[in-house]
């Protein structure tokens, strides 16, 4: 298999280019963020930054539909970690180690071409190059079109990858730095131009207060823009707008919403944020509904609510409290014990659970 970077360049645009990463299979949120966003198919310019599909549970819809829109309208797609799966299928590439995967993921465009092709589900006893044969004889239009995404889209001003590069010359030397590069954001590199990457979930990022929304780590001329879209509980679907010389983000998710009995002011001294990837603890105290712990990485000890709590690692848990006006609208992630978790314009803390009224919860809402 040719590992080299493959990419593609495009010229200036006057118009607004938009920028939407790590959909995820998730055909009705990628609907609703174009809708919100007002965008103008032949005026805008649209880039899609990887991870199209997986995860989610409307892969096929959703991967048509972006076939039809960049053979008619102006957008383009990288590919990202989770499209590789087009060239496991394709080329049967490394078939034992997908199934695994796909065992255990319930979310896949694998699973739903299966069943739209009336094969048996997939199981331990399936044997996989004859899984290949037939997906490729069913389904070689959509599974090449992930197959021939470019890795890369560079234009004069910014440079789109899903997960980042080693240079901005060669990009990097095996396509796998771009599709997996971890944290890239925190590298120590210094680009001369704009870097906008997915991938990885922007909360990972935070230390301090759990945030979802795009940021721009301007040490390293980078913009992270992954919201965590079918991944977190917490997750929406980003999108960063380049408008000539303005720049605007903005999002949708799908969790409820709940609306504020009462005004808070919490003090919030010493707020952290316990992420995936840096989220080891050593259990201290052990109790029925939270236990004290240590994390190394933020080197301190606390009390945490065992719903975030597995073995030994603590994920996206947040002691920040959320401050709330009577009457205001907050996004409903998960309730345990006396509390809530919830979310407001991006931001995730938390509330008791008493301080809000759930009467009119409503699903599917675009509003942020």
């Given at each position: 298999m040719n590992r080299k970077v493959k990419s593609i360049w495009l010229d200036s645009f006057e118009g607004r280019e938009i920028v939407i990463s790590d959909i995820h299979g998730d055909y009705d949120g990628y609907n609703l963020l174009l809708k919100k966003i007002n965008y103008q198919p032949g005026q805008d310019r649209l880039i899609l930054l990887g991870d199209l599909v997986e995860k989610g549970f409307e892969n096929l819809k959703l991967l048509r539909q972006i076939k039809k829109q960049t053979e008619e309208e102006n957008i383009y797609a990288v590919m990202g970690n989770c499209d590789f799966v087009a060239k496991n299928f394709l080329y049967s590439y490394r078939l034992d180690f997908i199934k695994e995967v796909l065992l255990k993921r319930k979310g896949s465009l694998i699973h739903e071409m299966i069943q739209e092709a009336a094969l048996d589900p997939l199981s331990d006893e399936t044997d996989m190059d004859q899984l290949a044969y037939e997906l490729r004889k069913h389904f070689l239009a959509e599974l090449s079109f992930l197959n021939d995404l470019p890795h890369v889209i560079e234009t004069p001003k910014r440079i789109y990858s899903h997960a980042g590069l080693i240079d901005e010359k060669t990009y990097a030397d095996d396509f796998r730095y771009v599709l997996t590069y971890p944290l890239f954001a925190e590298c120590e590199m210094r680009f001369t131009k704009m870097i906008v990457v997915g991938h990885m979930p922007v909360s990972e990022y935070c230390r301090f207060k759990a945030d979802c929304n795009p940021r721009f780590f301007s040490e390293s001329n980078i913009f992270s823009i992954d919201g965590g879209n079918m991944v977190k509980k917490a997750g929406q679907l980003n999108a960063i707008i380049f408008d000539g010389n303005l720049v605007s983000t903005?999002?949708?998710?799908?969790?409820?919403?709940?609306?504020?009995?009462?005004?808070?002011?919490?003090?919030?001294?010493?707020?952290?944020?316990?992420?995936?990837?840096?989220?080891?603890?050593?259990?201290?105290?052990?109790?029925?509904?939270?236990?004290?712990?240590?994390?190394?990485?933020?080197?301190?000890?606390?009390?945490?609510?065992?719903?975030?709590?597995?073995?030994?690692?603590?994920?996206?848990?947040?002691?920040?409290?959320?401050?709330?006006?009577?009457?205001?609208?907050?996004?409903?992630?998960?309730?345990?014990?006396?509390?809530?978790?919830?979310?407001?314009?991006?931001?995730?803390?938390?509330?008791?659970?008493?301080?809000?009224?759930?009467?009119?919860?409503?699903?599917?809402?675009?509003?942020?």
């Open positions: 903005d999002f949708i998710d799908h969790l409820p919403l709940a609306r504020a009995k009462v005004t808070t002011h919490p003090k919030n001294r010493t707020s952290f944020v316990i992420s995936f990837n840096r989220g080891e603890v050593e259990v201290v105290e052990e109790g029925e509904t939270s236990s004290r712990v240590y994390s190394p990485y933020l080197k301190r000890t606390f009390w945490i609510d065992n719903d975030f709590l597995k073995g030994h690692k603590g994920t996206d848990f947040t002691n920040y409290e959320m401050p709330l006006r009577q009457g205001e609208a907050v996004k409903v992630i998960q309730s345990y014990g006396s509390k809530t978790q919830v979310k407001k314009q991006g931001i995730i803390g938390w509330t008791l659970t008493e301080n809000l009224e759930f009467d009119e919860l409503k699903l599917n809402n675009p509003q942020s």
